[in-house]
């Protein structure tokens, strides 16, 4: 029994290590948001033999940045390294309000949500055209991409319905469609015709044990909805085996990078 | 995240206490407990994490010897049994049937046992739930799936009776740390932790 504890001991201590991108290619600065007052912490990742002079990047904008950063920044190196194809700058948005806050689109029964408005026009307004000014991002729509999860999930889904123009690829892990009797689906018709004009490119992933009874059924409605509504679009959804919310989401990312890097 | 790892950090404490009781108190004490040799332990509990299960399970235990015992577990868990019905989301049905065999290691005292026993077997989880919201088609969208189940059994007895009371808690070990070494999946063990109240029939 004491060596069996010893093993997990070992095991959690290990586990909780955070996972860091290359300091020597990560750099950091913060900005104070004119669109809703906050500031953001933002690290982008430039890719091995980054060259501004002659070349132009995609970009990956992380929700909770602080959590996801290097796990995707490291993984963009990996999988695009092994598809034999041009990196993307990682760009992570740091917390300013709460992600309840900044991530959901509506104020239900004054909770203290419904910051998503202005966090979008942050990213459109003020980081968008800082990343393109100060490095070499590409300024094209489809060479933006937005990975979120859970509530950075439903984000990168309202995103998707409400400023179609800003991103061409939406990576949704375990996304929370539930939100206010299912909002989004309401966003996403209301613009259906506008959008449905794009080229869209859009991963979505769950856990398969997500069985808390709100994820699994709008996850698939929302999944059929722009499948069966979108001529020009590549999506794929997927179920990481026998996790659940948490366990599922780096497995989901490197999923999703996988599509992203394959099909963009 | 900080919540997991406290709680993480809590089950690690909880069972090096327990692996550390000493021997020689027990073994005085011994002499004044009734060996249950075979028992039969129906019971009803709780997953907790992160909303509410409700268990109904069996552990048949057979010590072969004073100290060494053949644990079985079964259980059958409603999971979220109380919210079958939010945002327009219906739960059709939603739960996970386990068994579980392994061996176990007990410690005495005057009036009770304490039985710390490394469970191994299969789980199958089965859901299925619909979108019901009047503004849209109905959606319905179901997973069942099998998966490997071990845990730490922590068991229990008071009374030395032909019946006696129990108490026993189920720390999952997996998905973390044999399905996935992230510590993001630990979330996953949480959701399997189980306290369980019930009473006991000693056969033999």
């Known amino acids: 029994m004491k060596n069996l504890i010893a093993i997990l001991l070992v095991l959690v201590i290990s586990s909780c290590k955070k996972e860091v991108f290359n300091p020597i290619n990560t750099k950091e600065f913060s900005i104070h948001s004119i669109s809703n007052g906050a500031d953001y912490h933002i690290k982008v990742s430039v890719p091995e033999n980054y060259n501004p002079e002659t070349e132009k990047y995609a970009t990956m904008y992380v929700l909770d940045g602080e959590e996801n950063f290097s796990f995707v920044a490291n993984h963009c190196e990996k999988i695009s390294h092994a598809n034999s194809t041009s990196n993307v700058l990682v760009v992570s948005i740091g917390y300013g309000y ?62 998707f319905a409400n400023y179609n123009q800003v991103f061409g690829n939406y990576l949704m892990l375990s996304p929370s469609l539930w939100f206010d009797d299912e909002i989004l689906f309401k966003m996403e018709q209301q613009n259906r015709n506008i959008n449905k004009e794009n080229h869209q490119l859009v991963y979505m992933g769950l856990g398969q044990l997500e069985n808390e009874g709100r994820m699994l059924a709008p996850f698939e409605a929302f999944y059929q909805q722009l499948e069966n509504n979108y001529p020009d679009i590549a999506i794929k959804s997927h179920f990481v085996p026998r996790l659940d919310h948490m366990g599922s989401k780096n497995e989901n990312i490197i999923e999703a990078l996988n599509f992203y890097f394959q099909n963009r | 995240m900080e919540n997991i790892k406290l709680l993480t950090a809590f089950f690690i404490f909880f069972n090096l206490s327990a692996a550390s009781t000493p021997k020689d108190s027990t073994q005085i004490k011994l002499k004044n407990y009734h060996l249950h040799q075979l028992t039969f332990e129906p019971a009803i509990g709780l997953n907790p994490w992160p909303i509410f299960d409700l268990v109904i399970s069996n552990v048949s235990q057979w010590n072969f010897k004073k100290r060494a015992g053949i644990v079985s577990y ?131």
């Open chain 1, 98 to 159: 709460d992600r309840a806050v900044d991530y959901t689109p509506t104020n239900v029964n004054n909770s203290g949500g419904g910051g998503a408005e202005k966090f979008m026009l942050f990213i459109k307004d003020e980081l968008i055209p800082k990343m393109e000014g100060d490095y070499a991002a590409d300024t094209t729509r489809a060479s933006r991409v937005i990975i979120g999860h859970s509530f950075g999930g439903l984000f990168a889904a309202f995103a």
């Open chain 2, 74 to 204: 079964t259980s059958y868990s409603a999971n979220s049994a109380f919210l079958r019905e939010f945002n327009h989301i219906k739960t059709n049905y939603n739960f996970s049937v386990s068994e579980k065999i392994g061996i176990g290691t007990s410690l005495y005292t005057r009036h009770s046992s304490h039985t710390f026993s490394l469970l191994a077997g299969i789980k199958y989880n089965a859901f299925k739930e619909t979108l019901e919201n009047p503004e849209f088609d109905n959606v319905t969208a179901s997973v069942k799936t099998v998966s490997p189940d071990f845990s730490l059994m922590y068991n229990v007895k008071v009374g030395n009776k032909k019946v006696f009371f129990c108490y026993r808690m189920i720390i999952p070990l997996y998905p973390y740390p044999f399905r996935s070494a992230s510590i993001n999946a630990i979330d996953g063990n949480l959701a399997n932790v189980s306290l369980e109240f019930r009473v006991g029939i000693r056969l033999k």
